[in-house]
C-alpha cells in the first residue's frame, strides 16, 4: 500500500494523531484533508507531549512532509502560532509544511459568529468556537477568501469585501473587527504565509505517481460528520475517508487503504445523542483514567461504553479496511465490559442507527457483557501475549461491525502499539 486514510470511526478523538505519528515513521507525506483548529491531536514523544490542531501529525518526525488540503479551513494566527511553537521545540517545518492555495481562511467574523449562534441558537451544539461552521457556510455560499488571496493583495482586498458584505446582512453574528484592521492583518500574515501556499492536489499526486507513501489524516470522526452523523450535533465538514480524496485533489482510485480508529469505549465532547453514556462513577472513572479531556477546548469529554450500532455505520460509509483500537488499557481492571449490541426503540429491537436520527435520544442500549482481563496490556508487544478475554473482546469488535483489527494502541506512547498487518508495504 502507498496511500493511506486514518479516520476516527467514532466521535473524535479516538487517538487518530498517535495512530498517524506512528505510521508516519515510514511515511513520505501527512494531508489533512477536513476540518481546521477544532481538531486536537496529541502525539507523546518522550515525555514531551504536542498537541496539533491545523498541522498534521507528521510533523514531529523529521522526514514527512505535511500538507494541509484544500478540504480544510484555516485560521491563519493559529497555524503560525502551532508553526513557531514547534520551531522553538526544535521542530522545523519550514522546508517540508505545504497549505493548499484552495483552502478557506477561518476569520474573524467566523469565530465572532461561531460564539454568537452558540449563545443565541436554542440548539446549543456545544461547538469548539473555532469558527468551523461559520467559514464553512461563507465556502459553500461562495463568500469565503482562500489561502490563494493572500498571494493577491488585491484580490484578498475584493475578497474580503464580498465576504463583509455578505456577512453583514446575518443579524446576531457577534461582534467582529473591521474590514480595514482585518485586511492590514492579513497582509502581513501573508508575508509569511506566502511561500507555503502551493497547488496541494498536483503535490500529493506527484508524490504518489513517484510511489511515495503518503497517509491522510482525518479529523474529528465519522459520527460527526455533517452528512451522516447524528445531525445537527455534528461538525460542518465530512471526516469520513472518500472525502480525502475531495479535501486533497487525488482520486478515489489512489486511496489503497482505508483505517478507522476506534476507542475501546466510547466519548463525545459536546451536545448531541449517547446512548451508552455512563452517567455515573463508571464513567467517571473511564474519564480519569483516560485521561478523557477535550484537546482543544479543555472540556470534559462524556464517556461509556463501546457502542457497535455506529460503528457499523462508520464501517460502510468509510469502506474500512482495518480498525485501529485504541485505549485497550484503558478497560485493564474492568471485571466485566458491557458492549452495545442492539438498540431497544418502542419495543422493538434495531441493530442500525434509527431513523429519523433524533430517534437516538429514544433508544435505550442492549448490552452484551463480556468477562474483563484484569491485567496489565500496556507493555504487551505482540498479539499473542494479549490476555485470551482482551483477544476475545477484539474479536467481539471485529466481528460486531465485519471489519478486521488492524492495529491495537495500548499506552500513549509510539512503542504502545501492536500491528497485525503491515499497513506500509
Ligand atoms: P485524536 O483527536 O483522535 O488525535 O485524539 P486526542 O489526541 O484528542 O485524544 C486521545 C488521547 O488519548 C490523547 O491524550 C492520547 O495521548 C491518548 N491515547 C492515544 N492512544 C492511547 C492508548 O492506546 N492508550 C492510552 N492510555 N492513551 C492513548
Ligand atoms: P479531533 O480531530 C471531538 C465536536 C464539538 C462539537 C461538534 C461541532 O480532535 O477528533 P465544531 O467546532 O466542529 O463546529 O463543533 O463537533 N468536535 C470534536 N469532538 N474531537 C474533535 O476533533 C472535534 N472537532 C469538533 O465538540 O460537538
Ligand atoms: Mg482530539
Not at 476516527?8 to 494531508?31: P, R
Not at 514527512?64 to 493559529?78: E, F, K, L, T
Not at 478507522?260 to 480519569?288: C, H, I, M, N, W
Amino acid at each position: 500500500m502507498s496511500s493511506v486514510v486514518i479516520v476516527g470511526a467514532q466521535w473524535g478523538d479516538e487517538g487518530k494523531g498517535k495512530v498517524v505519528d506512528c505510521l508516519s515513521e515510514s511515511a513520505d507525506m501527512v494531508v489533512r484533508f477536513n476540518g481546521g483548529a477544532n481538531a486536537g491531536h496529541t502525539i507523546i514523544v518522550d515525555d514531551e507531549e504536542y498537541v496539533l490542531h491545523l498541522i498534521p501529525s507528521g510533523a514531529i518526525r523529521e522526514k514527512a512532509d505535511c500538507v494541509i488540503g484544500n478540504g480544510c479551513v484555516i485560521d491563519a494566527d493559529q497555524l503560525l502560532s502551532e508553526y513557531d511553537e514547534l520551531m522553538r521545540r526544535g521542530i522545523d517545518l519550514s522546508k517540508r509544511l505545504f497549505i493548499s492555495g484552495f483552502a478557506h481562511l477561518v476569520l474573524p467574523h467566523h469565530k465572532a459568529a461561531d460564539g454568537a449562534w452558540e449563545g443565541n441558537s436554542k440548539v446549543a451544539l456545544g461547538t469548539t468556537k473555532r469558527g468551523i461552521g461559520p467559514a464553512y457556510c461563507d465556502k459553500y455560499a461562495r463568500f469565503g477568501v482562500r489561502a490563494e488571496d493572500l498571494l493577491e493583495e488585491k484580490d484578498l482586498r475584493n475578497k474580503l469585501e464580498a465576504a463583509y458584505a455578505y456577512r453583514s446582512r446575518w443579524s446576531g453574528s457577534g461582534e467582529y473587527p473591521g474590514l480595514e484592521e482585518v485586511f492590514e492583518h492579513l497582509r502581513k500574515i501573508a508575508k509569511r504565509l506566502s511561500p507555503f501556499i502551493v497547488d496541494t492536489s498536483l503535490l500529493i499526486n506527484k508524490r504518489i505517481d513517484e510511489g511515495k507513501r503518503v497517509l491522510f489524516e482525518g479529523a474529528q470522526g465519522t459520527l460527526l460528520d455533517v452528512d451522516f452523523g447524528t445531525y445537527p450535533y455534528v461538525t460542518s465538514s465530512n471526516p469520513v475517508a472518500p472525502y480525502a480524496a475531495i479535501g486533497a485533489g487525488v482520486g478515489i482510485r489512489q486511496l489503497d487503504m482505508t483505517l478507522g480508529v476506534v476507542k475501546a469505549y466510547l466519548t463525545r465532547v459536546g451536545t448531541g445523542p449517547f446512548p451508552t453514556e455512563l452517567d455515573s462513577e463508571v464513567g467517571e472513572k473511564l474519564r480519569q483514567q483516560g485521561g478523557e479531556v477535550g484537546r482543544t477546548t479543555g472540556r470534559d469529554r462524556r464517556t461509556g461504553w463501546l457502542d457497535l450500532i455506529p460503528l457499523r455505520l462508520s464501517a460502510r460509509v468509510n469502506g474500512l479496511d482495518g480498525l485501529v483500537v485504541s485505549k485497550l488499557d484503558v478497560l485493564d481492571s474492568y471485571e466485566e465490559i458491557p458492549v452495545c449490541v442492539a438498540y431497544k426503540l418502542r419495543g422493538k429491537t434495531i441493530t442500525e442507527i434509527p431513523l429519523p436520527v433524533v430517534l437516538m435520544d429514544e433508544v435505550e442500549p442492549v448490552y452484551e457483557i463480556l468477562p474483563g482481563w484484569q491485567s496489565d496490556t500496556s507493555e504487551v508487544t505482540k498479539w499473542s501475549d494479549l490476555p485470551a478475554k482482551a483477544q476475545e473482546y477484539l474479536k467481539f469488535i471485529a466481528e460486531g461491525c465485519g471489519i478486521p483489527v488492524s492495529g491495537i494502541s495500548v499506552g500513549q506512547r509510539r512503542d504502545q502499539i501492536i500491528w497485525l498487518e503491515e499497513v506500509f508495504q
